[in-house]
C-alpha cells in the first residue's frame, strides 16, 4: 500500500500570511498514463470534506485561486497565499494512482494564530 | 450541482448489520465510479470501497473484505454499503463520494458499533 506522510500535523498561521503543507508518497505517484493522481481535500469543522486539487495542481470549480498545488514523484505541496479565517480547517491529500487500496494522508490541522 | 444524501446509519451491536444508502442527483450517476469513506470519530479519512460504473467491478480496503458489499442501482441513481458482522472499530461517519477521486461528498451517516 501506498502510505501519505503529510507535514506538519499542526500549522497555526496568522490572517493574511501564506501557508505550505507537504505530502510524501512512499512511491512514485506516476501512473502509466503519465498523469499523478494526487489530490488535496479541505474538512471544515463540523463539515463534509471538499475537494480542492485534483491531479496535483488543478483546481476545482469555485475554489479560490489562493489554493494551490504543486509537485511531483513522491513530493507534493498545497500553497495558501494568503490565509483566511475560512481556511481554518483539516487539510488532507490523497493518491488514487496505485489503488486497491485508495489512501490518504493523517490530515494537517490549519489554525488561526 | 452534485448532491449525495447518505442515509442507514445508527446504533447496532457487534456481529450485526446495517445497510447504508445513498442518493445521489445533479449528475448523470451512471457516468461515474462511486466510492464511500469513512471517518472515525476524531480520526482521519479512510476510503472503504468503490464500484465501477455498471457495477461490474468492486474493490475494498482490506479491513471490511469478506464483511461489507457495495453496490448500485443505476435507474435509482442510489448507491448502497451492506455492512455485516460489524465490529466496533467499523464505528464512523460514513460518506458517499462521486467517482474515484471523491469530486464530490455527502454529508456523512453515522454508524456507531456498540453494546
Known amino acids: 500500500d501506498v502510505v501519505m506522510t503529510q507535514s506538519p500535523l499542526s500549522l497555526p498561521v496568522t490572517l493574511g500570511q501564506p501557508a505550505s503543507i507537504s505530502c510524501r508518497s512512499s512511491?512514485?505517484?506516476?501512473?502509466?498514463?503519465?498523469?499523478?493522481?494526487l489530490n488535496w481535500f479541505q474538512q471544515r469543522p463540523g463539515q463534509s470534506p471538499r475537494r480542492l486539487i485534483y491531479?496535483?495542481?488543478n483546481r476545482d470549480s469555485g475554489v479560490p485561486d489562493r489554493f494551490s498545488g504543486s509537485g511531483s514523484g513522491t513530493d507534493f505541496t498545497l500553497k495558501i497565499s494568503r490565509v483566511e479565517a475560512e481556511d481554518v480547517g483539516v487539510y488532507y491529500c490523497?493518491?488514487?494512482?496505485?489503488?486497491?487500496?485508495?489512501?490518504f494522508g493523517q490530515g494537517t490541522r490549519l489554525e488561526i494564530k | 450541482e452534485v448532491q449525495l444524501v447518505e442515509s442507514g446509519g445508527g446504533l447496532v451491536q457487534p456481529g450485526g448489520s446495517l445497510r447504508l444508502s445513498c442518493a445521489a442527483s445533479?449528475?448523470?450517476?451512471?457516468?461515474?465510479?462511486m466510492s464511500w469513506v469513512r471517518q472515525a470519530p476524531g480520526k482521519g479519512l479512510e476510503w472503504v470501497a468503490n464500484?465501477?460504473?455498471?457495477?461490474?467491478?468492486?474493490y475494498y480496503v482490506d479491513s471490511v473484505k469478506g464483511r461489507f458489499t457495495i453496490s448500485r442501482d443505476n435507474a435509482k441513481n442510489s448507491l448502497y454499503l451492506q455492512m455485516n458482522s460489524l465490529r466496533a472499530e467499523d464505528t464512523a461517519v460514513y460518506y458517499c463520494?462521486?467517482?474515484?477521486?471523491?469530486?464530490?461528498w455527502g454529508q456523512g451517516t453515522l454508524v456507531t458499533v456498540s453494546s
Open positions: 463520494a462521486r467517482e474515484r477521486a471523491a469530486s464530490g
Open positions: 445533479g449528475f448523470t450517476f451512471s457516468s461515474y465510479w
Open positions: 464500484i465501477k460504473q455498471d457495477g461490474s467491478e468492486k
Open positions: 512511491q512514485s505517484l506516476v501512473h502509466s498514463d503519465g498523469n499523478s493522481y
Open positions: 491531479n496535483v495542481y
Open positions: 490523497m493518491q488514487g494512482t496505485h489503488w486497491p487500496p485508495i489512501t
